[in-house]
């Protein structure tokens, strides 16, 4: 190979790459325009209520996103993704919280760290880095692990971490809630973290690192023959998809203005592993219908929860319905239809 | 430079079981060599010690003088050094074409040439219309083509074939073979042939090697195997 450009080769290669924009931009339009209009018909009922429930479920769209690009591509569940959003939320308030109560809740922060004010955005890019820089140190270790033994190690994290930051009082206000967080995340903020989460997981899947962590998933061996260090392929998937999640976390921190370590626990473990098989393990398009259709469930039967009027009877479901039906949701998908709602299909794919 | 790629003295132990002992063979870039023997003579334990998948318990792996003994299977992969499967081992749920571009980028990533390496490799083995479908979906005749596919990709300088036309009637067994005696003039590469059917690898192979009980049994030219006593007895006397 020379330096200089040879006008032969640069058609090609040209086609190419206008190729691969497209191999990018129509699935992650394909998913993108939907959730847009979706919004705008929502903001333009007006109903707050509404609003609100769509940011949330697009901030689950973030954060299944970010578990489908480790759990679609290798094959391995992890039960410990949420720790990655754990981080996220943390490093957002160190960075963003409450002002002068800041130092109220952490103490020990370090004083650079308690007086300044980084912009939300920054903050926001800053925290989902360290959720990914932590996940490629852990992965060094676990990524050498593959199937059940991996889930069960990530399982692990999620376990020390949770203590970890429940006992680092001076950083983390323990196992009380720290409230006052900037709560910047409207709609439209969602929305564009939804996009960008969803761009960033189908330039991996198209990408020649998705295609090499496929194969490792459907044959290890056989991946190695030809040529994959499912090692390396692995710990990229894992950082990258510590990044999406904790994105997730910093969200949904600043969604609800508070957080607290037991909102980053098993409940959310469950609830996030659940949009992602409800709608297809393997698939992006999956982990984005999941999310919405499991949020709009929940959604659905929290209204029963709270009653509603027929006639002059309240209709009232007990608390607890939605745990309930979502579990008879899960179960009835994993018996009737395993691949999920979508199974392997990718709009906007062409295969 | 033409290589070679070497085994010195390689023996393999599984628990109590002595799968390998003492078995030396060679293989140049450019040749066929047959290996044969009997179920259980350790054939594909010699292919997984020569393609990294188990390390020997003693003996010597090399290409020249570069020993590789202990190398991992991607990098002998990458370095050239290719096999293919008994039971083929497709990456079921994604494409032909995708199953022959994964060692592709293994060496350039999503390059041009990359992808004109993986269309040469699929053409080779006449798959070239078959590229979109579900690799799970194929017949086992095309299944085992993308096998060879796949190992072909890696532009390989030594390729190790285990039983390719296992389980493949007469005439898909003769096309194959066909094909694979064209490989080393077509990729330039060294190949170890595992297969069953005398007449063929008579009729591809200049040199055998034959194996028994994980023992070096006879090597050499096919015309001295052919007239080999041992091997009359022991291996061909049966067919
Ligand atoms: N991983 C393993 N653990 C224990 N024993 C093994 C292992 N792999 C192979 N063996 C044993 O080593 C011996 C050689 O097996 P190998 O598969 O190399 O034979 P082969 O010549 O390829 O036979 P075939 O024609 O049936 O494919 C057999 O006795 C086999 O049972
Ligand atoms: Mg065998």
């Known amino acids: ?351 | 430079m033409s290589a070679r790629l070497t085994t010195q003295s390689v023996t393999v132990r599984f628990h109590g079981l002595t799968a390998l002992e003492d078995v030396s063979i060679s293989l140049d870039q450019g040749e066929i060599l047959g290996l044969l023997g009997p179920n259980g003579a350790g054939k594909t334990t010699l292919v997984n010690v020569l393609s990294g998948f188990t390390r020997p318990s003693g003996g010597t792996v090399k290409v020249n003088e570069i020993d590789l003994t202990r190398a991992r299977p991607d990098v002998l992969a990458r370095r050239g050094i290719v096999r293919t499967f008994q039971s083929v081992r497709l990456f079921q749920r994604m494409t032909v074409r995708e199953n022959v571009q994964v060692p592709v980028f293994a060496h350039h990533a999503g390059s041009v040439e990359g992808e004109q390496a993986a269309q040469r490799a699929l053409e080779f083995v006449g798959l070239a219309e078959e590229s979109d479908r579900i690799a799970g979906s194929l017949p086992y005749t095309q299944e085992r083509l993308v096998g060879i596919a796949r190992a072909l990709a890696l532009e390989p300088k030594f390729l190790m074939l285990d039983e390719p036309a296992a389980g493949m009637n007469d005439v898909e067994g003769a096309q194959l073979v066909e094909l694979i005696a064209r490989i080393p003039a077509q990729y330039g590469c060294g190949v170890l042939l595992i297969e069953h059917n005398m007449p063929v690898v008579m009729a591809v192979c200049e040199r055998l090697h034959v194996l028994r009980g994980g023992r070096t049994l006879a090597s050499g030219p096919r015309e001295e195997i052919r007239r080999n006593p041992d091997v009359i007895e022991s291996y061909l006397g049966g067919h």
């Open chain 1, 1 to 351: 190979m020379t330096d200089s450009v040879d006008p032969r080769r640069s058609s090609p290669a040209a086609a190419a790459s206008l190729l691969w924009i497209g191999r990018v931009a129509r699935p992650s339009a394909a998913l993108i325009v939907p959730l847009l209009v979706l919004c705008i018909i929502i903001a333009l009922t007006g109903a707050p209520r509404l609003e609100s429930i769509m940011t949330e479920a697009l901030i689950y769209v973030v954060l299944v996103a970010g578990l489908s690009i480790f759990i679609g591509n290798s094959g391995i569940v992890s039960f410990g993704h949420v720790t990655f959003a754990l981080i996220g939320a943390y490093a957002s308030a160190w960075q963003t919280c409450c002002g002068p109560m800041r130092l109220i809740f952490m103490p020990e922060l370090p004083v650079w760290m308690a007086t300044a004010q980084v912009p939300l955005g920054l903050a926001a890019l800053l925290a989902a880095t360290l959720a990914g820089f932590v996940a490629l140190i852990l992965g060094v270790a676990l990524m050498r692990l593959s199937g059940t033994a991996a889930s069960i190690a990530l399982l692990s994290v999620l376990f020390v971490f949770k203590t970890a930051y429940e006992n680092w009082d001076g950083w983390t206000a323990g196992q009380s809630a720290i409230v006052g967080l900037p709560t910047y995340v409207t709609l439209w903020v969602a929305l564009g973290a939804a996009a960008v989460a969803i761009l960033i997981a189908t330039l991996y899947r198209v990408s020649s690192y998705g295609l090499r962590l496929r194969a490792v998933r459907e044959d290890e061996a056989a991946a190695r023959a030809s040529g994959v260090n499912a090692w390396t392929q692995k710990l990229v998937a894992f950082t990258i998809s510590g990044f999406v999640a904790g994105l997730g976390g910093v969200l949904y921190g600043h969604f609800l203005g508070t957080i607290s370590v037991s909102m980053f626990w098993l409940d959310m473990t469950f609830l996030t592993l659940a949009m992602l098989v409800v709608g297809g393990l393997r698939s992006l398009t999956g982990a984005v219908v999941g999310a919405l259709f499991v949020a709009a469930l929940r959604e659905c039967i929290q209204v029963f929860e709270r009653g509603i009027s027929v006639g002059d009877n309240l209709l009232q479901a007990p608390e607890g319905t939605r745990e309930i039906v979502l579990a008879i949701v899960l179960l009835s998908i994993l018996i009737f239809r395993p691949q999920g709602l979508v199974g392997e299909l990718e709009v906007g794919e062409r295969r």
